[in-house]
């Protein structure tokens, strides 16, 4: 008798089709690393749904994930019931006939098990959709946390929003860094966490795999001058221009995006940094979304999902400034000429 209990099993059948989130996949991990039966039951299932590997999920209507998730709630308990009076009737079969009738059962189980590969090559990419759905959705709400607490910063602050100018010349791409120096542009968003105006949670997008929600209370964030490190902040915020006059950051532009894909890999403890623009990397959208776009979040309180990384009537690229191109340099310094020039990073 299986000693793994029901919410075992199906975290393990979760964690096989890939559905699992960033807290779920840590359980289902260290369950499989620690308990043997778990880890043959994952290798089993994994096996078995191997051959959906090589599909390569196609569009599909916007409602079809809804609808195909309605149809099967509705059919659950009607579905239990068979299964429970299947169980019954071969429990109550005589000894005799086991033997037989296990090859039978055989080939009813190869049946089963490729009407359920057929069934999720249709029903994965579906889901998949409407798990990229909800994502975008949770950032859209988490963004609107934060924007709430820099309201709430700004009307404590006689209409000062959190500062840590930036100089012409001074980097800004050392996001985790310590130091009193002003490194990072994320300084700003990390004292909406010091001041305990924004959850530190809310900096993470839930539709980044490899970014942690940093645990902290505010007594302990008082300790840093920033974020620890870069996977507590998978957002960019806006660099600004540092030759036009003092902005507010409520009104109608942009203010906070998902995170630049350009300095993915950029390393704070780095002395200096050297980015070559390529073709691949002026056209990327954010990681956070799985390549499909980014939420940009205004100053109006208002974010919105973007598949282009374009926006306005002049199409700004909004993780370049406008004096980039392919080839350029990023040394991780650069500021926008205009304050039409958007810019989100790091």
């Not at 620690?34 to 090589?54: C, F, G, H, I, M």
């Not at 959709?129 to 946390?145: D, E, H, L, P, T």
């Not at 008082?222 to 540092?242: E, G, H, K, L, Q």
């Not at 507010?248 to 950029?266: A, C, Q, T």
């Amino acid at each position: 008798m299986s000693s793994l209990t029901n919410e075992q099993k199906t975290l393990l059948f979760e964690h096989a089709l890939g559905l699992t989130c960033d807290t779920r996949i840590d359980h289902a991990e260290t369950l499989i690393s620690t308990n043997k039966e778990a880890a043959q039951v994952y290798r089993t299932l994994r096996s078995t749904l191997s051959p959906l590997d090589s599909l390569e999920p196609e569009p599909c209507p916007d409602d079809l994930a809804e609808r195909t998730i309605s149809r099967l709630t509705s059919h659950a308990q009607e579905a239990h019931g068979h299964l429970e009076r299947l169980l019954a009737s071969e429990q109550s079969r005589t000894v005799e006939t086991v033997k037989l009738r296990s090859w039978r059962n055989f080939g009813e189980m190869a049946a089963i098990a490729a009407a359920i590969v057929l069934v999720a090559s249709v029903l994965i990419p579906s889901l998949s959709i409407a798990r990229q759905r909800y994502w975008v959705q949770q950032c859209q709400k988490q963004m609107g946390s934060i924007f709430s607490g820099l309201s709430s910063y700004i009307s404590d602050h006689d209409g000062q929003a959190p500062c840590a100018s930036i100089e012409p010349g001074t980097y800004w791409y050392k996001v985790g860094y310590q130091g009193e120096e002003n490194l990072s542009s994320t300084r700003p968003m990390w004292m909406l966490v010091k001041l305990n105006y924004a959850k530190p949670t809310d900096f993470v997008c839930p539709g980044r795999s490899d970014g942690r929600a940093l645990q902290i209370n505010t007594a302990q964030a008082r300790n840093y001058c920033d974020f620890p490190a870069r996977r507590y902040v998978t957002y960019s915020p806006r660099i600004r221009c540092t030759q036009s006059g003092k902005i507010s950051p409520l009104g109608p532009e942009p203010l906070l995006s998902d995170s630049n894909p350009i300095f993915e890999d950029v390393n704070a403890k780095s002395s200096r940094q050297f980015i070559r623009l390529s073709d691949d990397l002026m056209k990327a959208n954010s990681r956070n979304h799985r390549g499909h776009g980014q939420n940009i979040l205004s100053g109006d309180g208002s974010a919105q999902f973007s598949k282009v990384r374009f926006i306005g009537s002049k199409k700004d690229d909004i993780f370049t400034t406008q004096t980039m191109s392919q080839s350029s340099t990023i040394e991780g310094y650069e500021t926008p000429a205009s304050d039409s020039d958007f810019f989100f990073a790091p």
